[in-house]
């Protein structure tokens, strides 16, 4: 049986990786921002020269789906590596904002 995966025990795999490998010292702030953007202009690459209608359909060639998958794992472990490093509790702060947003930007009123 597979356990549960949550965001707090995959920050600790991902510290226990680095810290297995003495990493440790290599993630500063700076240095996982370096690595974050890095991994998402990665990701931006695969869709780089796609028309939307190719983008949309991205996922339906194996290749470039596995390729996809794998950008966007490493542009979250960086992500939540950071927040690790930083003390942000990443779905707070993206809660926080959702409820900025809606404040900000209304939905408009029915027709």
């Known amino acids: 049986m597979t356990e549960a995966l949550d ?18 010292r290599y993630h500063t702030p700076k240095n996982l921002v370096a690595a974050l953007s890095v991994e998402a202009s990665e990701l931006v690459e695969i869709f780089q020269w796609l028309t939307p209608e190719e983008s949309a359909r991205v996922m ?8 996809v998958t ?8 960086y992500l939540l590596q950071l927040c690790e490093v930083l003390g942000i509790d990443p779905l707070a702060a993206l809660d926080a904002k959702i ?5 900000r930007f209304p939905a408009p009123d029915g027709p």
């Open 7 to 24: 965001v707090a025990k995959l920050q600790r795999r991902l510290a226990e990786f680095a810290a297995a490998r003495d990493w440790q």
């Open 60 to 67: 339906s060639d194996p290749d470039t789906a596995h390729r």
């Open 70 to 77: 794998d950008e966007v794992a490493d542009v979250l472990a």
């Open 99 to 103: 409820d900025r947003n809606e404040r």
